[in-house]
């Protein structure tokens, strides 16, 4: 997958779901999660998705980006059909060319900030001086290269959060997808990490696909998507969502 970019914003469709449906069975209820969603992502567009809890903005997410299964659809990423992929292809598809920052962060507590960062790139294959190297780089980019030698019990939560977001993008992943990563976050901490991806986003043309309730962090992307009860209802432009997020 390669990014392209003529530096005039979004671009050609990178993620084109079709028809996508999912249903969790526990054995004594059925919870359908998507009900034919139907979405496209253009290449270097920041795209939130809001909607209240449970209508299926998480499994949206998951299923869009190869961590969960679906039942019925099509997924295309960058002309991929991920539903056909074998697991350990959709593993290291997802390591080479895609990024994950989570609300709970993810970082695993025995490794140190570098440690965690590196991470996606040794799955890859990457070899671990070059690994090394590039993680470093990462968190220099991040403002957190200071902490390389500490494990995540001894950052405050921004800078968790800015490890994750380093791991998220060491490898110069063509998607970077966020499942709410201001939600464990102060005010004034979540404008800093909004700050770090739209300013990310804007140098590496980089697509990102934001699943939050925050009004104000989705005025940051370029599009709003709101879902209710497994689909999609309405979507909104940045303008409408500024607006929105001043009158929160």
């Known amino acids: 997958m390669t990014i392209q970019s003529n530096g005039q914003g979004p671009g050609d469709v990178v993620i084109d ?3 996508v449906h999912k249903t969790y069975d526990t054995g004594t209820i059925k919870v359908y999660a998507l009900r034919g969603v139907s979405l496209e992502v253009k290449r270097g567009e920041m795209l939130a998705i809001m909607g209240p809890s449970g209508c299926g903005k998480t499994t949206l997410l998951n ?3 190869g961590l969960d299964d679906f039942d019925s659809g099509l997924v295309l990423i960058d002309g ?3 539903s056909r992929m074998a697991d350990d292809r959709k593993t290291e598809f997802r390591a080479r060319d895609m ?3 989570f609300q709970t962060y993810n970082l695993l507590p025995v490794l140190t900030s570098v440690e965690n960062v590196e991470l996606p790139l040794i799955v890859s294959g990457t070899k671990p ?4 190297q590039k993680a470093l780089e990462s968190l220099e980019r991040v403002g957190l290269v200071d902490k390389a030698g500490q494990r995540p019990s001894q950052l405050s939560g921004g800078q968790r959060q800015r490890v994750t977001v380093a791991r998220a993008l060491v490898n110069r992943p063509a998607i970077v997808w966020a499942d709410e990563p201001t939600g464990a976050l102060d005010s004034a901490t979540a404008t800093e990490i909004m700050d770090l991806i739209v300013d990310l986003n804007s140098t590496d043309h980089q697509t990102c696909v934001i699943v939050t309730h925050d009004p104000k962090v989705a005025a940051r992307c370029h599009r709003t998507v709101h879902m209710a009860d497994g689909v999609i209802v309405r979507e909104n432009s ?3 969502m500024v607006a929105q997020a001043a009158g929160h």
């Open 129 to 132: 001086k070059v690994a090394r």
């Open 99 to 101: 990024g994950f920052v």
């Open 238 to 240: 940045r303008a409408e």
């Open 63 to 65: 299923s869009l980006s």
């Open 80 to 82: 991929n059909d991920i």
């Open 17 to 19: 779901a079709r028809d």
